[in-house]
């Protein structure tokens, strides 16, 4: 069970890989979340590759990919479908949007009015839209990558907390590294097109592969290792330290019950890509970033100081001491 799982992933990598160069972290992180049957959400400026990667991964597992792009006159009609009456029949026919497939692109996603985020929350939520009085499901496996421009915030609508706790991961993307952006220019500098890539994979072995995740066992006191972790993040909202006394109070909210649950499921997910039956801290802390920096506040204290959420769950691990037995 635990060599498929490096099998399967250096199977679906090295596919993507033939069009997208570098971002190796986020390819697995994506991974990761269609085993814990999750949601993405990227920040990164553009030009990055967004779009090409979640296409290209689409490709490579055989999925249907549709892209949205986010616009302040979108409506949610345009994202989950609507009622076409069709003059022949004297009746209503239902038009499914662009939602119903298997990977969605949801390009910024904080361009769209609150009426949109909606819409798509229930969907990512819920795995299902209404159109019409009448609940679709959606296809499975389903997995929404939202993004982002950390840069450019004016006409935005910031994503409500309620909506961002519901992805499994917030990642960050960053420029190339002068290595891997000279490799792009030599591999695509002179080509018009990207290459074809093939299915490696299928959703039928996604699904079957769940089950084997949900296998990884996950020992008790690595699993109050997790919970102190998240418990952490509440205590610096409360202004201590975990020591007793009273601390510089750095964040506006701690981290909700679905980071308990996030850090399982992600810990699963790629403990199991890297071959091993059981979860570790290190793996742990491997996820521990991109499954919590979305569901915490930092101050206005902290944002005047212009303190990052990083530094303070970097904080947290620190703090956190890793129990015996684990």
């Known amino acids: 069970m635990a060599k498929k799982g490096s099998e399967w992933a250096a199977r679906i990598k090295g596919e993507v890989q033939k069009s997208i160069i570098g971002q190796d972290v986020v390819i ?18 553009p030009g990055l590759a967004k779009t ?43 038009h499914k949007g662009p939602v119903f497939a298997n990977l969605v692109l949801a390009d910024e996603i904080n361009r769209a009015p609150a009426k949109v985020q909606s819409a798509l929350l229930e969907a990512m939520q819920e795995r299902q839209v209404t159109i019409g009085g009448e609940t679709h499901q959606l296809p499975r496996p389903f997995l929404v990558m939202a993004t982002q421009n950390p840069l450019e915030q004016e006409g935005t609508y910031p994503l409500p907390e309620a909506q961002t706790d519901r992805f499994l991961f917030k990642l960050l993307v960053d420029y190339p590294s002068e290595q891997e952006e000279r490799a792009m220019m030599e591999r695509w500098g002179q080509l018009t097109q990207q290459p074809k890539l093939q ?9 079957a592969l769940r089950d084997q995740v ?17 418990r952490a993040t509440r205590d610096a909202a409360a202004g201590n330290n975990g020591s007793g006394k009273a601390a510089a109070k750095v964040l506006s909210y701690g981290a909700s019950p679905r980071a308990s649950l996030a850090l399982v499921q992600a810990t699963r997910a790629l403990a199991w890509l890297h071959g091993m039956d059981h979860g570790t ?41 890793v129990p015996a037995g684990t």
């Open 28 to 45: 697995e992180r994506l991974l990761v979340a269609l085993l814990s049957n999750g949601h993405v959400l990227l920040e990164g400026l």
């Open 214 to 230: 949900d296998d990884v066992h996950l020992s008790p006191p690595l699993q109050a290792y997790m919970l102190a972790l998240v």
């Open 199 to 207: 299915a490696v994979s299928s959703g039928q072995e996604l699904l």
């Open 281 to 321: 801290p290190e793996v742990v802390q491997n996820v521990f970033f991109d499954a919590l920096r979305h569901r915490v506040g930092l101050t206005y204290e902290a944002e005047a100081e212009e303190t990052t959420t990083d530094e303070i769950l970097r904080g947290v691990l620190e703090r956190v001491p």
């Open 52 to 94: 090409l990667l979640i296409k290209s991964l689409g490709a490579a597992m055989g999925l249907d990919f549709e892209r949205i792009q986010f616009t302040p006159d979108l409506l949610p009609s345009d994202v989950v479908g609507t009622m076409v009456f069709q003059p022949k029949e004297g009746s209503f026919r239902v």
